[in-house]
């Protein structure tokens, strides 16, 4: 991936010497390569090391200069590694161990090689499709640890009314329509009753609960001789499924994917989709990204905005096309 416009990654050697002989201690060799991972969403120090026995690790620490929101992410993720690998331990990388020494704190994960996606080719979707599927179907006879949340605890922090409120009744999103603004006020206006009524009461809703990710994109999987692999597990859940799918689909249809409904019809191959809460997750995630794509960039996070507007759009013609309704072309 071009480094220009991406987050700023410090380089190996820019790690202090006691970190770096720390992570040679617990990993039992010594690093000869460490090549920085390029491509997520934040600024936290990742590397893929090669280490002189011939085995690979990977590694993700945060520091002084780390950003709230990454740190947050961190620990979270941190958290999951320690609990979820005797419980789901086939779909995550291997936990080595992590450390903390001064402003720094490391995990180590078993490497799981460069990124399998994009491009998301038919055969490549299908696959991971149908697995994420049978994640979901294994995952739904564990027992939660009890410090993971069920995902309806935090669903009803959004939703379309507050966007309504939030964006002084659209008018900031409408904003971004440029010359075509009024016409997307109107098609807003026209579309928040019906959007509402879709995912209101969301967190009421019948369900068969099941692991979530909760951030399952390109970034955070992997396909490990043709097994799905899963990692940044820090908005771990437990819940509906069709949460997890509904921002799976919609994000592999942003990088230039199949449409999120053929997504849809592999997954349902291997686990049950409810069609009823699956409209409410594609309007509630259409909720969630109306609500952040317009505002402020946040620090250390230059591309996140624009992603969130894609995924905006997507959802929204995907939301559209399941009620017979003209698209938002304005966006």
């Avoid at 410090?10 to 060799?29: F, H, M, N, Y």
């Avoid at 789901?88 to 490391?106: E, L, M, N, R």
């Avoid at 919609?250 to 592999?266: A, F, R």
């Avoid at 624009?306 to 966006?331: A, E, I, S, T």
Wanted: proline share 8%; glycine share 8%.
């Amino acid at each position: 991936m071009p480094h220009s416009g991406v987050e700023d990654k410090p380089t190996w050697q820019s790690v202090p010497l006691k970190i770096r002989l720390q992570t040679e201690a617990i990993l039992g060799q010594r690093v000869v390569r460490a090549a920085r991972i390029w491509g997520g969403y934040s600024p936290t120090p990742t590397f893929r090391l090669a280490l002189a026995g011939g085995k690979r690790a990977f590694f993700k620490g945060i520091y002084g200069a780390t950003n709230d929101f990454a740190t947050k992410a961190f620990k979270n993720e941190l958290r999951s590694y320690e609990a979820l690998s005797p419980l789901a331990g086939k779909w995550i990388p291997g936990f080595f161990g992590s450390f903390q020494i001064d402003d720094w704190h490391v995990m180590l994960l078993e490497d799981l090689g460069p990124k399998s996606v994009p491009p998301w080719t038919t055969g490549k979707t299908r696959q991971v499709s149908s697995q994420l599927g049978d994640f979901h179907l294994e995952t739904g006879n564990i027992t939660f640890p009890g410090w993971i949340q069920p995902l309806r605890e935090r669903t009803p922090e959004f939703g379309w009314p507050r966007v309504f409120e939030d964006s002084r009744g659209f008018e900031t999103i409408a904003a971004v329509a440029g010359d075509r603004r009024r016409e997307a006020a109107a098609w807003l206006e026209k579309a928040y009753p019906l959007f509402s009524s879709f995912s209101a009461n969301i967190e009421a809703r019948p369900e068969t609960p099941v692991l979530l990710h909760g951030d399952i994109r390109s970034d955070n999987l992997r396909l490990v001789n043709g097994h799905l692999k899963l990692f940044d597990w820090p908005y771990v859940s437990w819940g509906a499924a069709e949460y997890d799918l509904v921002e799976f689909a919609q994000s592999v249809t942003v990088e230039g994917g199949p449409l999120p409904e053929k997504v849809v019809s592999w997954y349902a191959e291997h686990y049950p989709v409810d069609p009823e809460i699956l409209t409410a997750y594609i309007s509630w995630f259409g909720a969630f990204f109306a609500n952040l794509f317009w505002q402020d960039e946040i620090s250390g996070l230059p591309r996140l905005r624009k992603f969130q507007r894609d995924q905006l759009r997507v959802l929204l013609y995907w939301l559209c096309r399941r009620v017979d309704m003209p698209g938002p072309d304005w966006l």
